[in-house]
């Protein structure tokens, strides 16, 4: 027996599979299992010789072109079909030789690929290309390969080859669908940016090796990577938001209270604690679902018999603090896709700003016409979410007008009185994007968007029901680190069903004010 775990773990050797803890012995099942060796040939400069030009031969024509576009295939059989000779005609570095096979077609190749419809003469051309030492694949007899082709799952610059072994090229086709899905378009830009990090590195092999480690730790669930610059600017940042909100919430207290009040009063009263829990629950959900607060703290300030204004009043307020917890904690998570923020930023914040002005300007008629309008998409929107979650998953849609998209949610936001992450996050989701990355950009957008809206609610109307406000705040900033985990860990299918519900609620819940 050896002993476990009470021992320091070992130092991580020199591996350059710098994603993964150091490389086990594979289990029994895989060496007795698939014993190929997989690599990664530059096509592009070998020269290939395809024998057959069928509907398999087409199929491996495609395979090798639509991995290298540039690859010198040259195709021989005794007749071609209709694709492959428009793929050939696509592609220049293809050449159709129309003649039955001959020995001397092997000359001047590395690799053969045999895809005719005759399997002695698939055999008889295996064994002249082994005499020459030739890499050789058969289409049809798995035994006479030398290798096999695999299904490739590529996004960007990554690429996964998977081989069943020649037990199931189906279940392969199987894999290859399900990873394309699965795995996040953001891993493209992650390689971009460690390609980069990669050449900037210094020092010897094993601190690259360690550096390198480091930044990614977070692929395989450990803590997301700052360099220490970085760190001391977040440090700073935070500081300084820090003092500035304290400062904020000192002034206002101190408007209404001395402090001894203040704090007798917020902790004396029974109704603080419920502020507290229904913040904790609702910044819970909007962590889960990318979007929630707002209905969920409306709905439960409501059954306490506060009324509209003040609930309105205070969700505003309180929303930027849990806003800015969660955007927080959603970032140091690495759920933020920078891109998308960048677009969404300025739009947003432009349209809540617009919004918030309007609203002061013209007062709560015209907020109470959008309303309705806002809600009505909404439902319909909650009702095709609610679909997507059983239907099939689909091709992923590109929003083209991210930015549109923003500032429509930041508009209605301030002023529709709420709707931010119901449109936003819901678009995005229902248009295929990673919903954990979603819902963390969109979240820490939402505390700029907030943040401008309360900002300018503040400079117009000042601050009210500070009770329920620092109520919801310590509730929301207490459950952000916890909501901010939760973010994209439920089923896709169920994330599905819990924003359609909400939406839906929350849609219904706007327009009751229309027909009661
Ligand atoms: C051994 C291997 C040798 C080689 O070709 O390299 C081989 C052999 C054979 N394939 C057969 C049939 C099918 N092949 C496919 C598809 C693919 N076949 C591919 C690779 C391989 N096929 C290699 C093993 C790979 C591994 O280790 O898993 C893929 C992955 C890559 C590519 O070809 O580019 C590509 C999927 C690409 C993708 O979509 O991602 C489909 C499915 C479909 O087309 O939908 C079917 C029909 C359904 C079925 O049989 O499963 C037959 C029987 C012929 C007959 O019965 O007449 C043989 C011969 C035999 O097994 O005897
Ligand atoms: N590995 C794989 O993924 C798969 C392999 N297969 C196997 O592949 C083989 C080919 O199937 P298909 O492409 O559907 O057949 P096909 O009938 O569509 O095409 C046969 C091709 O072979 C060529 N050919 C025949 N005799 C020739 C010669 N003497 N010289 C040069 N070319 C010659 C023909 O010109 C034609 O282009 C079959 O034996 C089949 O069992 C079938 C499906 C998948």
């Not at 003040?310 to 920078?338: K, P, T």
Request: net charge positive; proline share 6%; with cysteine.
């Amino acid at each position: 027996m050896t002993e476990p775990s009470t021992q320091p773990p070992p130092p991580m050797p020199l591996s350059s599979s710098f994603l993964l803890p150091p490389p086990e012995p594979p289990p029994l099942a895989a060496t007795a299992g698939n014993r190929l060796f997989p690599v990664f040939l530059k096509l592009e400069q070998l020269h290939v010789l395809l024998v057959g030009g069928g509907a398999v031969g087409f199929e491996k024509l495609s395979a090798m072109l639509a991995n290298s576009p540039n690859a010198a295939i040259t195709v021989v059989a005794t007749w071609f079909g209709p694709e492959l000779r428009v793929l050939a005609g696509q592609h220049p570095a293809v050449q159709l030789r129309e003649h039955p096979y001959d020995p001397t077609h092997l000359v001047g190749h590395d690799l053969v690929i045999v895809a005719t419809d005759d399997k002695a003469l698939n055999l008889q051309i295996k064994a002249d290309a082994t005499r020459q030492r030739l890499l050789c694949n058969v289409a049809d007899t798995p035994a006479a390969c030398d290798f096999y082709l695999g299904s490739i799952v590529q996004k960007g610059d990554l690429k996964i080859a998977i081989s069943t072994n020649g037990k199931s090229p189906t279940v392969a086709k199987r894999l290859r669908e399900m990873l394309t899905h699965t795995l996040p378009d953001e891993l493209h830009d992650v390689l971009q940016r460690m390609g980069i990090i990669r050449e900037k590195v210094g020092g010897d092999f094993a601190h690259k090796v360690r550096s390198l480690n480091a930044v990614t730790a977070e692929l395989t669930g450990g803590r997301a990577y700052e360099s220490p610059p970085t760190r001391r600017w977040r440090r700073l940042a935070l500081l300084t938001l820090t003092v500035l909100a304290a400062l904020v919430l000192y002034t206002v207290l101190a408007h209404y209270f001395t402090w001894q009040e203040a704090v007798t009063l917020a902790t004396s009263s029974r109704t603080f604690y419920v502020f507290v829990a229904i913040g904790f629950g609702a910044q819970l959900i909007d962590g889960m679902l990318g979007m929630g607060y707002g209905v969920v703290t409306a709905i439960s300030l409501m059954s306490l018999n506060i009324t509209p204004a003040a609930v309105s009043a205070s969700i505003h307020s309180a929303e930027m603090f849990s806003s800015g917890a969660s955007g927080y904690h959603h970032y140091r998570l690495g759920n933020v896709n920078r891109k998308l923020f960048k677009v969404m930023l300025i739009p947003g914040v432009l349209g809540a700003v617009t919004g918030a002005l309007l609203l002061t300007y013209f007062g709560e008629a015209y907020a109470s016409f959008v309303k309705p309008i806002l809600a009505l998409y909404l439902l319909l929107l909650g009702l095709r979410i609610i679909s997507k979650a059983f239907a099939k998953p689909g091709p992923r849609k590109k929003h083209k007008k991210l930015g549109l998209l923003a500032a429509a949610g930041g508009f209605l936001d301030s002023f529709g009185g709420g709707g931010w992450g119901p449109l936003v996050t819901s678009t995005l989701i229902a248009g295929g994007r990673t919903p954990q990355y979603v819902i963390g950009t969109v979240s820490i957008t939402e505390f700029f968007v907030t943040f401008a809206s309360a900002a300018t609610f503040f400079a117009a109307l000042g601050v009210t029901h500070w009770q329920i406000v620092l109520g919801l705040i310590v509730g929301g900033v207490a459950a952000a680190p916890l909501a901010a985990r939760l973010a994209g860990r439920l089923p896709i299918r169920w994330m599905f069903l819990g924003v359609g519900l909400m939406v839906i609620v929350w849609s219904l819940w706007a327009l009751r004010k229309v027909f009661m």
